[in-house]
């Protein structure tokens, strides 16, 4: 693995079961890795005890004074202040891209579309390669954000995007260039937020769709750690769903679905649209 790269997982109360770690290492992953955990969190000595010099610890109240959170309260269980501390630590350690982790991902699968039909395969091996891939085509190409989307994306089965080659959502699973720096926003739902914020500052961000990562069911009731208690506090959906309202009013909506509040959204509002050229202006002309 090139030696300039490095994967960082955000983690908090769960150093007992760090299933990203584990699902690379079985993959072959050798390369360099860091838990990134807050120095707030109860279990910070098991995770040193457990991992050592791979634990990187921040400041959770310094992230706090330079992060939007959307939010009047002193809340801090939320990923949002790891995510704005990795582009420091990544400078700090001479990497030059990276990629950012949730600690839950337990299983990475190939998509692939034969007669007509989406096909799943699990990605046991050669975890290197795949990764490398990733980060090649990302400099080469100048994306900001490049993802492995989540699993669910592809409900419908072999169905247009799936055929696209991309989805503009980004997952669990997230590639950056050190040079080419993120600042997510939001106490919630701050990868939905980035999703559109980073097009409408005219770069780049989107996750191919020939690999998707799977992980808990239900991360928001069942899971311990993590952001389960950020997400007991909410109000059946709703404040997460409005963190992306006040990002993005005219691209966003809220309805009440059958069981919980969901985001409506108009994709043309959100991401830049080329225009086409019967609208230039022929050179020289007057204004």
């Not at 090139?2 to 955000?10: N, P």
């Not at 634990?55 to 310094?62: E, T």
């Not at 700090?92 to 337990?106: L, N, P, R, T, Y």
Request: aromatic fraction near 10%.
């Amino acid at each position: 693995m090139r030696d300039d790269f490095a994967v960082f997982i955000l983690t908090h109360g769960r150093a007992d079961n760090q299933k990203t770690l584990k699902m690379l290492k079985s993959c072959g992953y050798k390369g360099k890795y860091f838990l990134v955990v807050d120095d707030l969190d109860e279990q910070l000595p098991e995770y040193k005890k457990r991992y050592g010099n791979h634990v990187i610890v921040f400041n959770k109240m310094g992230a706090r004074k330079t992060t939007d959170t959307f939010h009047n309260t002193r809340m801090l269980t939320a990923v949002v202040f790891a995510r704005n501390v990795v582009f420091d630590i990544a400078r700090e350690k001479g990497i030059s891209c990276f990629a950012m982790c949730d600690d839950d991902v337990s299983r990475l699968n190939y998509k692939v579309i034969e007669k007509d039909k989406l096909k799943t395969l699990k990605i046991t091996k050669n975890i290197e390669k795949i990764l490398e891939a990733y980060v090649e085509y990302q400099q080469s190409a100048k994306i900001t954000v490049l993802g492995m989307c989540e699993d669910g994306v592809f409900i419908g089965g072999g169905n247009q995007l799936a055929r696209s080659g991309y989805t503009p959502s980004v997952g669990k699973f997230m590639f950056y260039r050190t040079d080419d720096e993120v600042k997510y926003r939001g106490l919630f739902y701050e990868d939905n937020i980035s999703t559109f914020d980073i097009p409408l500052q005219g770069r780049v961000s989107f996750s191919p769709t020939c690999i998707s990562t799977v992980s808990q069911v239900n991360v928001k009731k069942s899971a311990r750690g993590g952001m389960k208690k950020a997400y007991d506090f909410t109000s059946e959906e709703y404040v997460c769903c409005f963190m992306v309202l006040m990002a993005h009013p005219s691209g966003v909506k809220i309805v009440r679905g059958l069981e919980k509040w969901k985001m409506r959204k108009k994709i043309s509002n959100l991401r830049p649209m080329i225009i086409s050229e019967k609208y230039r202006e022929a050179g020289g002309a007057e204004k």
